[in-house]
């Protein structure tokens, strides 16, 4: 099984440098010199709390937000000309936070969809990536005639994932993916997502669920009111007192 | 009124209604993935009919102008856009796309003399002439403020349909066109008689609802569009961007009406602004299914041409005021219908 | 409108201008300018429903119609004064519009626009068929206006009368504008949720605005009519009705003079149009119509204000500041001609319940079963990981989306199913997540819709300015507002041009300006720096002390656990504990969920 489009890569295995990236609302820095790094086939994960500023890092690398600083991207820096469309047929894909599926659509539709892109540019082997994408997620092939709106809560974020696998992508940004499912079901996506990452798909993790996921991922990142203030392997920062302060404001700092 | 006279009003309004069905749909189409409300529809289906006219009387069609006076600006518009952003490779791809195309169909005009090809090649021509002036008008006018408010879409709607009126009596003049019936046959059931082309236009019709659907339900293009319409941003993330579904559909709704022009205008004489009121009248089906429901729009649309087509026997110069008065009902029942409306 | 209120200095030599004018212009150009002036009144209305409003008609030449057929029905076959024809065509319009804006008013935007476009046609086919008006012939021989036994007929004359009326409506538009129901208007193009939270009876405003649009056409058609003297369906086609769009929106749809700016452009370029375009084409038709269509997509993709700003950018205007704010002193302390105030209830009182409250969207369960209190006098904080149902419970307590279930009471009284502005009425105030101010407009104007429904006058003495003691109250009460939450020196900026953190400031001291008894903030402190928050703070816990309760949605737990008196935590939608602010931070399951972990 491989999901992983892996032509003409081999070598090259920074798939993601950011420096010195800023976004902005207005005058206020939503975010502020961020730096990270995700290599490929490793989970990388930015944690923080709510209102860090982590769904805004995300729509900003995918190109939904105007950046300021430094994105390479597949050894390639991005320019003022950047798009989501054109990111998306570098093979960047973005699982939303609000996962934003075709409601009125079966999951079917919604996962050949997650492969239009493939399609215009002459690739036809949708139907053989549907396979490998049920196989991962058995559950999706129960439901591929149902429509995507009366899906439960977890099988959404399946079908989610799904449908940014069906893109073949090469950087897996996921925002959220535990966000409203119950803890059962959060360890069995949890379970997949360490999966993927053996099929050598780079996945930049952004989570409020700092345990979840820094028990899967190899590196994080502690993001704090648009900061960086921490990083570390994932195993170091899972003990880590100053994790659990910035969630919890028992630090008493400024 | 005795039974044969209901049933040729029927036979009329079925006829008429079978075309505003197609444009209500379209109209649906466009709103729904675009957000623009697409008064201009209605001159498609001038255009088309009066194109076809202009080729079957042997003149060179207005629309041939239009056509690469529009190419010409989208060559300069994308052009200098493309030399900002350094893509000089594009450049090439640009002026043959936009400008080579219509020359091309220019000079075919050119070469041979339209009126005497067959039917189906002047249909043909006429569409070719046409139906690319949807996406293009999109280009121009529509993409540069795809994210504006629904407000601003239509009043650019309304622009771009009165300036299109003026175009249209620049290039056909002010008398109206009549093609030649595309059949002559016609069938006699009981007392009454049944048209060939009144056939004809109901059975296209439904051949090209039930092709729209194969679009949408079968074709991953078809897929993508209803992907947009239901959710903006998911659609981006698959990489389909709002200028292409906004292109697309406008191909579309551009098709349709030019379609329909052309399969009216053996039955009414059509002139340079006569696609305005048909138009119209499918905006009341399309508004009958709320701008979002496609079945409920084409039954809205036949409903508006039966009741149009009786009330031209009753009461035949308030025929235009009952057809549009009535949408203040629809208006009414959808009105009560709703329960909560924000608008953002 | 500031643009407005500036462009007052060239009132008067505008006026003198327009005084001589007759004297001196040749008759052609009187007539043109009378035109421009019956254009203008239509335009003007437009410009209130479409720049102020954010609706939109396309009908308005079948409501110029109406006035014009009204008057010349009454006058010719009844033999009616025109001065009793133009309130008799008043009220026919207002009768139509009132009905036309209540079928389509509470359906989204854009099906107003589309009804006129269907209304719009078929009365000028009406107009057409009907014998009694004269069908397509129309009626002829309608009686000249009379003044003091003086027979108004001569163009000259009647330019006094047009652009005599003009003025009025202009300044009484204005004026209307600038007042408490103006500013309503002004808040509906945030979208109804902001208006409806602050107690504005938002299809009430929609359909006054759309009326009185309708009734600036109407007496621009009984001025025509007795202008003409005769009148025919074709000026009131559907035609003429996209005509006087293009007018409001060339000249600058959210200006008040762009509407004569408007008026005239397109006037005098379609004159010139039509008597040369034809020469150039070599064909006599409107083709005037296809450089107004494509001037119009011009004005819209590169100009959207229209011609006014550039006018205004041309002819620097004097500054000149408003009166009334600018009263108030600058130390902080209460109004000096201070709105009465609602009783406080007593600090400790029980001023909030939810009970069992729920809230679905389909099969997501959003709220489940919540129950808490908020007392008069204390900071109640509601926290939680996203998703936790938040946003949603304060939508369901304001009535901006009510529960499925569960029952509220505010002060007693049962609010949950009550629409957000009856809550808001009775003393229930908040602040939105996503801000929603009314970004051109300045601060202060901002923070006065707040106190909304704390004034009374109306339209009428909006238009005629008996309302300026109430403005001055309202103005500064919501000026010491401003200077409560620290941002006195911005007070006359457009509040768009505030950092994020301070328009969320500017929504407390709206919220404030409405004397709540119980106040829900939404993310307060998101997008201060930290002295900000530690203002803000300070502000709150003084609100406490007033005795006003005080519902929190907050991010920054150093902020919340060093505020709140008492902290509620929702998980999933479900609540998950409630106490002090030291026990939440010790109680494992809250460290459990903010954490998060599989085993």
Redesign the interface.
């Known amino acids: 099984m491989r999901v992983l489009d892996d032509d003409g890569d081999d070598g090259q295995t920074v798939v993601l440098q950011v420096r010195g990236l800023s976004v902005s609302?207005?005058?206020?820095d939503a975010l502020h010199g961020i730096a990270l790094r995700v290599h490929r086939g490793e989970i990388v994960t930015v944690i923080g709390?709510?209102?860090?500023g982590k769904t805004t890092l995300l729509c900003a690398l995918?190109g939904?937000l105007p950046v300021r600083g430094d994105i390479v991207y597949l050894g390639e820096r991005q320019d003022a000309?950047r798009?989501?469309?054109k990111l998306?047929?570098q093979g960047m894909?973005?699982v939303?936070?609000k996962r934003?599926?075709?409601?009125?659509?079966s999951v079917e539709?919604n996962l050949?969809?997650?492969a239009?892109?493939r399609?215009?540019v002459g690739h036809r082997d949708q139907l053989e990536t549907i396979d490998q994408v049920y196989d991962i997620f058995p559950r999706l092939m129960e439901r591929r005639q149902q429509m995507a709106?009366?899906l439960?809560?977890g099988e959404r974020q399946m079908l989610a994932m799904g449908?940014a696998l069906m893109?073949k992508p090469r950087l897996l940004l996921l925002d959220?993916p535990?966000?409203?499912l119950?803890?059962l079901v959060?360890?069995e996506i949890?379970r997949t997502i360490s999966q993927l990452k053996k099929l050598g798909v780079a996945i930049l993790l952004v989570?409020?669920?700092?345990?979840?996921?820094l028990?899967i991922a190899d590196y994080g990142y502690v993001l704090e009111?648009g900061e960086l203030s921490l990083e570390g392997r994932s195993r170091e920062l899972l003990t880590d007192q100053r994790?659990?302060e910035s969630?919890?404001?028992?630090?008493?700092?400024? | 009124m005795d039974l044969q006279i209901a049933l040729l009003l029927g036979q009329d309004g079925l006829t008429n209604g079978a075309i505003y069905a197609l444009l209500a749909l379209a109209l649906v189409l466009v709103f729904a993935v675009t957000r623009v409300i697409f008064i201009p529809q209605g001159e498609f289906v001038a255009y088309g009919a009066l194109t076809l006219a202009s080729l079957q009387a042997g003149r060179l069609p207005g629309t041939v102008w239009l056509l690469l006076a529009l190419g010409a600006v989208i060559a300069v518009v994308d052009g200098s856009l493309a030399i900002r952003?350094r893509?000089f490779k594009r450049l090439p791809w640009i002026v043959l796309l936009s400008c080579g195309v219509p020359l091309l169909l220019v000079g075919a005009l050119l070469a041979v003399s339209a009126a005497t090809l067959p039917l189906p090649v002047q249909v043909l021509l006429a569409l070719m002439l046409v139906v690319p002036l949807g996406p293009m008008i999109y280009r121009l006018a529509y993409q540069p403020v795809a994210e504006a408010s629904v407000l601003v879409l239509l009043i650019v709607s309304v622009a771009v349909h009165v300036t299109l009126i003026g175009i249209g009596l620049l290039f056909f003049g002010a008398e109206g066109s009549r093609t030649p019936p595309f059949t002559d046959v016609s069938l006699e059931i009981g007392d009454a008689l049944l048209q060939g082309q009144t056939i004809l236009v109901v059975v296209a019709s439904v051949v090209l609802i039930v092709a729209l659907y194969f679009f949408f339900e079968r074709t991953?293009y078809g897929?993508?569009l209803?992907?947009t319409a239901?959710?903006r941003?998911?659609?981006?993330?698959?990489?389909?961007?709002g200028s292409l579904a906004g292109l697309l559909s406008f191909t579309l709704a551009a098709s349709i009406g030019a379609f329909s022009g052309i399969l009216i205008s053996p039955i009414t004489t059509i002139y340079y602004d006569s696609g305005f009121v048909i138009g119209l009248k499918g905006f009341v089906g399309a508004i009958i299914g709320g701008l979002a429901s496609y079945p409920v729009a084409a039954a809205g649309a036949v409903l508006v041409g039966l009741l149009e087509s009786y009330s031209s026997f009753w009461a035949s110069a308030f025929k235009e005021v009952i057809v549009f008065t009535l949408i203040i009902p629809v208006l009414l029942w959808r009105s009560l219908k709703a329960r909560h409306v924000e608008e953002e | 409108m500031k643009d407005s209120t500036r462009a007052a200095a060239y009132l008067l030599p505008f006026v003198a201008a327009l005084a001589v004018a007759p004297l001196l212009l040749p008759e052609f150009y009187v007539t043109l300018l009378n035109y421009i002036g019956l254009y203008a009144i239509v335009a003007l209305g437009l410009v209130m429903l479409t720049g102020v409003g954010g609706l939109t008609s396309f009908g308005q030449a079948a409501f110029v119609g109406l006035g014009a057929y009204t008057s010349a029905y009454l006058t010719t076959v009844h033999g009616l004064s025109p001065w009793l024809t133009l309130p008799a065509g008043l009220l026919v319009t207002a009768v139509v519009a009132v009905s036309l804006g209540l079928v389509t008013l509470r359906l989204s935007g854009h099906f107003l626009p589309l009804g006129t476009i269907a209304w719009g046609i078929s009365l000028y086919y009406l107009f057409g068929n009907l014998e009694v008006l004269g069908g397509h012939t129309g009626i002829s021989g309608i009686p000249p206006l009379q003044i003091l036994d003086r027979e108004i007929k001569s163009g000259r004359e009647f330019f006094y009368l047009i652009w005599a009326v003009l003025l009025v409506v202009v300044l009484g538009t204005r004026n209307l504008l600038d007042s408490r129901e103006g500013r309503a208007i002004r808040a509906l193009r945030g979208g109804s949720l902001m208006a409806e939270a602050m107690g504005v009876d938002t299809p009430r405003a929609k359909i006054v605005i759309f009326t009185v649009a309708a009734l600036y056409a109407s007496v621009s058609g009984w001025l025509y009519a007795h202008l003409q003297r005769f009148v025919n369906p074709t000026p009131f086609s559907l035609t003429q009705g996209i005509e006087y769009l293009f007018m409001a929106v060339v000249g600058g749809v959210a200006h008040v003079w762009g509407a004569i700016v408007g008026a005239g452009l397109i006037t005098i370029l379609k004159q010139w149009l039509q008597d040369w375009l034809p020469i150039v084409l070599g064909q006599s038709g409107n083709f005037e119509v296809i450089v107004f269509g494509l001037l119009m997509i011009f004005v819209l993709h590169r100009a959207r204000d229209g011609v006014w700003p550039i006018v205004t950018r041309l002819f620097p205007p004097p500054a000149r500041r408003r009166s009334a704010p600018t009263s108030v002193a600058e130390t902080e302390s209460p109004p000096r001609l201070p709105l009465a105030r609602r009783p406080r209830p007593e600090s400790g009182s029980l001023l909030l319940e939810v009970t069992r409250a729920s809230k679905r969207f389909?099969?997501?369960v959003a709220n489940d079963n919540v129950s808490f209190t908020v007392r008069a006098g204390e900071v109640m904080a509601l926290i939680g990981?996203?998703?936790a149902g938040k946003s949603t419970m304060f939508n369901g307590i304001s009535g901006v989306d009510p529960l499925t279930s569960g029952g509220v009471s505010f002060r007693g009284q049962r609010v949950e199913s009550l629409p957000a502005r009856d809550i808001a009425r009775l003393g229930m105030s908040r602040t939105f997540q996503h801000v929603r101010l009314l970004t051109g407009m300045s601060v202060i104007e901002n923070v006065a819709i707040g106190a909304h429904l704390r004034g009374e006058k109306g339209f009428l003495a909006a238009a005629c300015r008996a309302d300026r003691a109430e403005e001055a109250r309202l103005f500064d009460e919501a000026a010491w507002q401003i200077e409560r939450c620290g941002l006195a020196e911005q007070m006359h900026d457009a509040a768009g041009s505030?950092?994020?953190?301070k328009?969320r400031l500017v929504e407390i001291a709206r919220a404030l300006a409405a004397d709540p008894c119980l106040l829900l903030l939404d993310?307060p402190a998101?997008?201060l720096r930290?002295l900000e928050k530690q203002a803000l703070a300070d502000l709150l816990r003084r609100l406490r002390a007033e005795g006003i309760g005080i519902l929190l949605v907050e991010?920054?737990?150093?902020?919340?656990?060093g505020l709140a008196d008492r902290v509620l935590v929702m998980e999933?939608g479900r609540q998950l504990a409630t106490g002090l602010p030291a026990e939440i931070?010790r109680n494992p399951a809250?460290?459990e969920a903010?954490?998060?972990?599989?085993?």
């Open positions: 609302y207005g005058k206020v709390p709510n209102g860090a995918i939904l000309g798009s989501v469309e998306v047929r894909t973005l939303p936070e934003e599926l075709f409601a009125e659509m539709d050949l969809l997650g239009f892109d399609y215009r709106g009366t439960s809560g449908r893109a959220e535990s966000l409203g119950a803890p959060i360890r949890f989570e409020q669920n700092a345990r979840a996921a028990q009111t994790v659990v969630y919890l404001g028992l630090g008493g700092r400024h | 952003a893509q991953i897929k993508a209803r992907a239901m959710n941003t998911g659609a981006r993330l698959m990489g389909i961007s | 389909g099969g997501l990981p996203n998703g505030l950092p994020l953190g328009q993310e998101a997008g930290y991010h920054d737990m150093d902020f919340v656990m999933f931070q809250v460290v903010y954490l998060g972990g599989v085993e």
